[in-house]
């Protein structure tokens, strides 16, 4: 042990983070709002945590696949339909899909309600993205397809199918 380990005693623990309800980071893309309950500030970046409302009838993202990290949905209310490759599964409340690095999926909510969704990306590189949509829109341009694509490209997730 060296004297400098011996003088500090222990080792300062990270602070627990708490998060309550209506506290976190607001991110609204068009019909979904996202909250950010952990973006990776307070896991070592291991783990970042949000909670979505899907409104009725919105669209997912253009089918993806993640090359650096996996990413889980839990429905905590309504349905969600998820799309992996060419198979649909429709989530309903207690449901939970994890999708590991490189496989092609989407998700939408189909139904006339809203869905919520708790979402976790390990490691916690993907909330950048969402904030990134979050400026597009800000800046008065469109979230079109391109654009969401090459958001994607900026943390390690491709389309699944050809170039739009």
Same mark, same amino acid.
């Given at each position: 042990?060296?004297?400098? +380990?011996?003088?500090?005693?222990h ?11 209506? !506290?976190?980071?607001t ?9 950010v ?14 909670e ?12 993806? *696949? ?7 949905? $839990? ?10 490759? !060419?198979e649909?599964? /429709?989530?309903?409340a207690?449901?939970l899909?994890?999708?590991?690095p490189?496989?092609p ?5 189909p139904?006339?309600?809203?869905a919520?969704?708790?979402?976790t990306f ?9 904030? /990134? ?7 008065? *341009?469109?979230?079109t397809?391109?654009?969401?694509? !090459?958001?994607? +490209?900026? $943390? ?5 199918a050809g170039?739009?």
């Amino acid at each position: 042990m060296t004297e400098e +380990a011996k003088s500090s005693g222990h080792q300062a623990r990270p602070a627990v983070s708490v998060v309550r309800p209506g !506290d976190g980071e607001t991110i609204v893309l068009g019909t979904t709002r996202m909250r950010v309950l952990e973006d990776g500030s307070h896991t070592g970046h291991r783990l970042a945590i949000a909670e979505s409302v899907l409104a009725p009838h919105t669209e997912g993202p253009p089918q993806h *696949r993640h090359g650096r990290h996996d990413e889980g949905f $839990y429905v905590l209310s309504g349905t969600v339909r998820f799309t992996v490759g !060419d198979e649909d599964h /429709d989530a309903t409340a207690g449901t939970l899909v994890v999708v590991p690095p490189g496989t092609p999926h989407t998700f939408a909510n189909p139904t006339d309600q809203p869905a919520v969704l708790l979402s976790t990306f390990t490691p916690d590189l993907y909330v950048q993205y969402f904030r /990134d949509l979050q400026e597009v829109l800000a800046d008065g *341009r469109p979230l079109t397809r391109r654009a969401n694509l !090459d958001a994607m +490209a900026r $943390y390690a997730t491709e389309p699944a199918a050809g170039p739009a």
